[in-house]
């Protein structure tokens, strides 16, 4: 088999050198470049991996990027909400009108409610302090020579 020369070295689009692999840096396209040629293609300021945007085998920094590609002229800006819920609880208004359902549905409704309320109280809210008072009750009536086990 004869002897054939290796492929040659990729270019950095940058600089237009070849880069080997000693000092390259893979960009999201997998494109080489030089670990030097890391500078935005505007301002023309130094790069790190982490704020590095490229576009068309260009790099910019964040602020760049965002200025030249994403233009904030027509859109609105965002209004962020935040909601938040009333005493510990979501209250969610009913949807549907109470003339709209029948009678039987109604019923029902006030029938879970009840069952609900039930169960809340039953398997709920226990007074902690009230559970407290009843074991140092204990403890003050219990002979003072007694032992715990």
């Not at 290796?6 to 070849?18: D, G, L």
């Not at 790190?48 to 260009?58: C, F, I, R, W, Y």
């Not at 859109?75 to 979501?90: A, S, T, Y």
Request: aromatic share 8%.
């Amino acid at each position: 088999m004869p002897w054939s020369a290796p492929p040659p070295a990729p270019q950095c689009p940058a600089c237009r050198k070849s880069v080997f692999a000693t000092e390259a840096y893979m960009a999201a396209d997998r494109t080489p470049f030089h670990t030097r040629c890391l500078k935005c293609e505007h301002c023309k300021k130094s790069l790190t991996p982490a704020n590095l945007n490229e576009h068309q085998k260009k790099l910019f920094c964040p602020f760049c990027y965002e200025d030249l590609f994403n233009p904030q002229g027509d859109i609105p800006e965002r209004v962020v909400m935040q909601v938040l819920p009333i005493q510990g609880m979501f209250i969610v208004e009913q949807k549907l009108k109470e003339e709209f359902i029948s009678p039987e549905e109604l019923r029902k409704r006030e029938e879970a409610l009840a069952a609900a309320k039930a169960w809340e109280e039953a398997t709920g809210k226990t007074d902690h302090n009230a559970s407290s008072i009843k074991i140092m009750e204990t403890v003050s009536i219990a002979p003072e020579d007694s032992k715990c086990i």
